[in-house]
C-alpha cells in the first residue's frame, strides 16, 4: 500500500463534460504530482504542487486545472472533455519538491464515450 | 534529447532466468535514472533508482548496471518468479528539469 488514495477508480462520462479526480497524498507528503498514461504516449507528467503551489508543469492542456488544498490533497479538473483524454490518470506523492515522485496511487480510469 | 528509449516492449523469461531491460537517453544533464514496478490495475511502484557517479547497484534481486559514455541503463532480476511479471519502466531526469520522462514499458512475463 503507497499511502496515496485516488478517487473514483472509474469514472465514465461523455464528450463535453467535466469532471474532478481527487488524491489524497501519503501521510507527511508535501508534494503532489499528477500523471496521465495512455497506450500511445505512456507514462506523461501533467503537475507537480508542493505545499499549496505550483511548482511544475508538464504536458497539460489548458482544458486540464489543478490544485492542491491546504489539507494537501488535490484535484484534477478536466473540462471540455474529448475522446483523446480516455486514460489512466495517476497522482503520485513525495516528501520534498523534488521532481522525483516516491508514491503512486492506483489510478483513476477516466473513459470517455 | 528529452526521450528515453526502452526495449524490448515484451519479454517472456522462463522462471529462474535473468531478463534484461535496457534504457538509452540523449540529454548528458540527466542524472537520476529510476526504475517503476507496475501490476495490473496498480499504479508504478519505485524499485530502484541510480546515480551515475556509480556503475551499478543491486537491491535484492534487482540491479540497475549504467553505462555513461554509453549514455544506457539497464534492469536486471535475477532468479526471476512468476510474481515478477508486471510492465517495467525506466525512467530519467535531472536536478534542473522540472519533470522525470518515462520510457514506454517492457512488459514481463515470467513463465513458471
Known amino acids: 500500500d503507497s499511502g496515496v488514495t485516488q478517487t473514483p477508480k472509474h469514472l465514465i462520462t461523455a464528450t463535453g463534460q467535466r469532471v474532478t479526480l481527487r488524491c489524497s497524498p501519503r501521510?507527511?507528503?508535501?508534494?503532489v504530482y499528477w500523471y496521465q498514461q495512455s497506450l500511445d504516449q505512456g507514462l506523461q507528467f501533467l503537475i507537480q504542487?508542493?505545499?499549496?503551489?505550483?511548482?511544475a508543469k508538464g504536458n497539460i492542456l489548458e482544458r486540464f486545472s489543478a490544485q492542491q488544498f491546504p489539507d494537501l490533497h488535490s484535484e484534477l479538473n478536466l473540462s471540455s472533455l474529448e475522446l483523446g483524454d480516455s486514460a489512466l490518470y495517476f497522482c503520485a506523492s513525495s516528501a520534498g519538491d523534488s521532481n522525483q515522485p516516491q508514491h503512486f496511487g492506483d489510478g483513476t480510469r477516466l473513459s470517455i464515450l | 534529447q528529452q526521450q528515453v528509449k526502452q526495449s524490448p516492449q515484451s519479454l517472456i523469461v522462463q522462471k529462474g532466468g535473468i531478463p534484461i531491460i535496457n534504457c538509452a537517453y540523449e540529454?548528458?544533464?540527466?542524472?537520476?535514472f529510476p526504475w517503476y514496478q507496475q501490476f495490473p490495475g496498480k499504479g508504478p511502484a519505485l524499485l530502484i533508482a541510480i546515480r551515475p557517479d556509480v556503475s551499478e547497484k543491486k537491491e535484492g534481486r534487482f540491479t540497475i548496471s549504467f553505462n555513461k559514455s554509453a549514455k544506457q541503463f539497464s534492469l536486471h532480476i535475477m532468479d526471476s518468479q512468476p510474481g515478477d511479471s508486471a510492465t517495467y519502466f525506466c525512467?530519467?531526469?535531472?536536478?534542473?528539469?522540472?519533470?522525470?520522462?518515462f520510457g514506454k514499458g517492457t512488459r514481463l512475463h515470467i513463465l513458471p
Open positions: 504542487y508542493y505545499n499549496g503551489e505550483e511548482r
Open positions: 525512467a530519467a531526469t535531472g536536478d534542473r528539469d522540472d519533470k522525470i520522462i
Open positions: 501521510s507527511g507528503d508535501l508534494s
Open positions: 540529454n548528458t544533464a540527466f542524472d537520476y
